[in-house]
């Protein structure tokens, strides 16, 4: 028994294998609702457990129900391929003792083995929103058979753009289906416009949300000087925090590189990930990391969503997240099941107001931290004076009513000093003191000097 349901024999083996034994929430709130069919939309956060709360109740039924339908069963759409490759792994594995067929549709791999493998028609496929669309546009899947549509990680789709693209895949589904919505929030400003247009008598469900505090993750700031200063303060992390897996978080393609480059110099094992790199060399990047060929990985956003690897106990924002969804998903990579991370971001002049929104954001402080051998001159913001005025900022010129007040005392002003001499000043007193030229007019107008005698 898994959460008050009875499974399949071979489901249950399957979850003996992996040792899990315990529902975490979300798998014990949607797993009996998903099981009766009924469309969902549940907010759940990173690390929460939600990919077996949506894989467990769709292959029960796909095991359950006879299988009298030619073509695929169930869809998954995820934002990014490393997403999609750890939730086909999880199908994998899941699916170990049955006779469930799995594919995987992404971007950066052979279209034309795709499409031989949609006419195999396997009964599960997880998929990119782009890659599908352009099978779609040439007729190759056939979803009018679809009992179940799944959504993983809903927002950061929308936030990428695929929300048309989405809708348009929908379309092509059986209408039929039951459907389910996972995102990290249900605040999103395009969850409830393309939940309205999937859903059916859904049911909501809301768990932990992106605000809620991460127990088991210990935050910390450490303000730096520079970029330069950063990597003197990310290798020195590196090295005395003594992490069995880190992820440093970049926010440029570029960067990713140079970091990666800076700390191999620095005797750490160290590979990078960003979104133009070739399939294979993602893969590949992930297989060393997951296998602990490396223990480093220097990455963009595109591994925030899609990293599922044990043992991460460190996170660095070598670069801070732009937004708090971002750092969220970022530092979510710890601290999952229950174990404890760590998440530092390193942070310069540039991005305190953005580290600020952040903690607004998620309604908590971070810890502040200092290294001593590496302290820099940057700590902060200028403090204020008495006044309650910020040192530096210039007085803001008068506007409207201000102006026009301005004037008038400025006029009350000067008649007062009718009447009253000048007062003399350093120059007026220098020009008196300057030797006087005796000039004589000549007859042209012109100005001439003087001559004795004449």
């Known amino acids: 028994m898994f959460c008050d349901v009875t499974l399949d024999e071979a489901l249950t083996k399957a979850l003996a294998k992996l040792k899990i034994d315990k529902p975490t929430p979300v798998q014990a709130k949607t797993i009996p609702?998903?099981?009766?069919?009924?469309?969902l939309l549940v907010s759940a956060a990173t690390g929460s457990g939600k990919t077996v709360a949506f894989l467990l109740p769709t292959m029960q039924q796909l095991l359950q129900d006879s299988d009298t339908r030619t073509g695929t069963r169930a869809l998954i759409l995820v934002p990014t391929r490393e997403l999609a490759q750890q939730i086909y792994g999880q199908c994998v594995a899941l699916g170990s003792y049955t006779q469930l067929t799995f594919g995987l549709v992404i971007g950066g791999e052979s279209f034309s083995r795709q499409k031989a493998m949609f006419r195999r028609n396997p009964e599960i496929v997880i998929a990119t929103p782009g890659r599908l669309v352009a099978h779609l546009e040439n007729d190759t899947p056939f979803f009018a058979d679809l009992e179940v549509l799944i959504l993983d990680e809903a927002d950061r789709m929308l936030d990428m753009g695929f929300s048309d693209d989405v809708l348009a895949i929908a379309a092509r589904c059986n209408e039929e289906r039951q459907t389910l919505m996972f995102s990290a929030t249900l605040g999103h400003s395009g969850i409830g416009g393309v939940a309205s247009?999937?859903?059916?008598?859904s049911v909501v469900l809301t768990l932990d949300t992106v605000r809620d505090k991460h127990e088991h993750i210990r935050q910390q700031i450490i303000t730096a000087d520079d970029d330069a200063h950063k990597r003197k303060i990310a290798?020195?992390?590196?090295?005395?925090?003594?992490?069995?897996?880190?992820?440093?978080?970049?926010n440029k393609k570029t960067q990713a590189d140079s970091l990666a480059g800076h700390l191999r110099h620095a005797q750490i094992y160290t590979a990078y990930l960003h979104g133009d790199m070739e399939q294979h060399q993602r893969t590949h990047v992930m297989r060393r990391f997951h296998d602990g060929e490396i223990n480093v990985l220097v990455a963009t956003d595109v591994a925030a969503r899609g990293i599922d690897v044990k043992g991460i106990d460190l996170v660095i924002n070598f670069d801070m997240a732009r937004n708090g969804k971002d750092y969220v998903h970022r530092i979510g990579r710890t601290g999952r099941a229950g174990e404890e991370g760590l998440a530092i971001s390193l942070i310069d002049h540039n991005e305190w107001n953005v580290m600020n929104g952040v903690e607004r954001y998620l309604k908590q402080t971070f810890e502040r931290r200092r290294i001593k051998e590496l302290q820099g001159t940057y700590t902060g913001p200028k403090k204020t004076k008495a006044s309650g005025k910020a040192v530096g900022v210039k007085k803001k010129k008068p506007k409207g009513k201000d102006k026009a007040k301005l004037k008038s005392a400025q006029r009350e002003r000067n008649k007062k000093k009718i009447g009253k001499p000048k007062k003399k000043t350093s120059a007026d007193n220098d020009k008196a003191r300057a030797p006087k030229k005796s000039m004589l007019t000549s007859g042209d107008g012109s100005s001439a000097p003087k001559r004795r005698g004449v």
């Open 33 to 39: 609702y998903a099981m009766e069919k009924t469309d």
């Open 197 to 201: 247009q999937l859903l059916r008598d």
């Open 235 to 250: 290798i020195w992390l590196l090295k005395e925090e003594k992490p069995e897996k880190a992820l440093v978080f970049v």
